[in-house]
């Protein structure tokens, strides 16, 4: 089993930053993507943004030019940079990982959640 465990969420002023940060943990063989979604009340999960085992990244258009993912492969951890955020940024925030076990199947693992509160 491999676990994701989220931090970094709180609350924030329109305009600032936040940086998430998601640890992967257990019998790790092989992490592929990992990414992170969001969901705010009332409305369906959605991607924000995700990043490749080698590096490249997709944004969803509404974080583009303010958010960053980036990935640590030798710590198996994923960040969400995220700058100039809005209320509409509100939202519980969830890793997820495509793994790999040994034997080459193939499963996704989520974390918990943290939530970002952006409001003056």
């Known amino acids: 089993q491999v676990q994701l465990v989220e931090s970094g969420g709180g609350l924030v002023q329109p305009g600032g930053s936040l940086r998430l940060s998601c640890a992967a943990s257990?019998?790790?063989?092989?992490?592929?993507?990992m990414g992170w979604h969001r969901q705010a009340p009332g409305k369906a999960r959605e991607l924000v943004a995700s990043i490749t085992e080698g590096s490249s990244t997709d944004y969803a258009d509404s974080v583009k030019d303010r958010f960053t993912i980036s990935r640590d492969n030798a710590k198996n951890t994923v960040y969400l940079q995220m700058n100039s955020l809005q209320p509409e940024d509100t939202a519980i925030y969830f890793c997820?990982?495509?793994?790999?076990?040994?034997?080459?199947?193939?499963?996704?693992?989520w974390g918990q959640g943290t939530q970002v509160t952006v409001s003056s």
């Open positions: 257990g019998s790790i063989w092989r992490i592929n993507a």
């Open positions: 997820n990982a495509d793994l790999q076990s040994a034997l080459g199947r193939r499963y996704a693992s």
